[in-house]
């Protein structure tokens, strides 16, 4: 029996509108978004934790780097599941660590610390939990780039309109940092 | 380069004291634990996010059930990576479910909900995050069972002195109900 609620993120959810309520969802049946050629799939959001965290996949073909950001009040963990994921991450100090994770591996992104990443395998899966105290942000994929029905990565990559680069970061604790530099290779 | 740190929870730490570092962890290398016959590896506790949320794993070979537990103030993720694992768990009306999570599954159990699991193939591997408004627990385990040094699964089950019982479980917002009954199978 699978079922499948109305909430206010999706006409048909897997996700349980009320939060007191323990559900389960098979693998990729989560609130599914594309946003350029990743596909993000949510299993539980704020809204299930009072806000303490969520949890979501990223799943990408090899490709560019996402670009360096950074987050004011949220704590990112990047647990790999399949394939390889490099990740590039700056401390309070100013020194940088870049490391590819395979599946496994787990690295650990807190507040305040600028960081990015690139999938350097077709089929990379990213277990993510992005929290702090000031909340959750796995809505942010889905604001700046689309809600998706269908299962799988996206078929043409979806490129947010310029103008939301301006607000939906801004929104969700994220902030781009467009003339960052990597020194580690 | 691999970097250890004395934590207060360990001599020898991958997961730094300073909770504004960032940092990676190689598959297996978190802080483990074991607890009867199963290992847990912690890869990020409290400290590290202002107890927002932890992330764990518990790997197990295929077994007894653990018992009907409730937590009152901590939200719980079961996201198998490996094997099988069998999810029990009931909700506020007691109204239960019984579902068997294979990899890419996830299961969430609110607060106040009874839950057990049990582990339905050797090599098993459930990713938990168990946090909420009260904090995280993720030392539960070592300290109902005992830090381990090595890698790999128990080699004779870790069975925990009774006295134990009535004392670590309360600590840690861990509630067994030794006459729950499940009435799904």
Redesign the interface.
């Given at each position: 029996m699978t079922m499948e609620y109305a909430t206010r993120w999706r006409a048909a959810s897997r996700i349980p509108a009320e939060?007191?309520?323990?559900?389960?969802?098979?693998?990729?049946e989560?609130d599914r978004a594309h946003l350029f050629g990743d596909l993000i799939t949510v299993?539980?959001g704020g809204e299930?934790?009072?806000n303490?965290?969520n949890?979501f996949t990223v799943e990408g073909p090899k490709g560019d780097i996402i670009p360096a950001h950074v987050h004011a009040e949220t704590?990112e963990?990047f647990?790999v599941?399949q394939g390889a994921v490099r990740?590039f991450?700056?401390?309070?100090e100013g020194e940088q660590?870049e490391?590819v994770?395979?599946?496994?591996?787990?690295?650990?992104?807190?507040?305040?610390?600028p960081?990015a990443y690139r999938m350097e395998r077709h089929h990379s899966q990213v277990?993510g939990?992005a929290?702090?105290?000031g909340g959750t942000f796995e809505r942010f994929f889905e604001t700046l780039g689309t809600p998706a029905e269908g299962l799988g990565l996206p078929v043409e990559p979806f490129v947010p309109e310029p103008r939301k680069f301006g607000v939906v970061p801004r929104e969700y604790d994220v902030r781009f940092l467009p003339d960052h530099q990597w020194r580690t290779s």
């Open positions: 939060p007191d309520k323990p559900y389960v969802i098979e693998k990729g989560g299993y539980a299930q934790t009072e303490a965290f949890f704590y963990v647990y599941t990740l991450v700056e401390d309070l660590i490391r994770l395979t599946p496994g591996d787990f690295g650990f992104v807190p507040k305040n610390c960081h277990v939990v929290a702090g105290p």
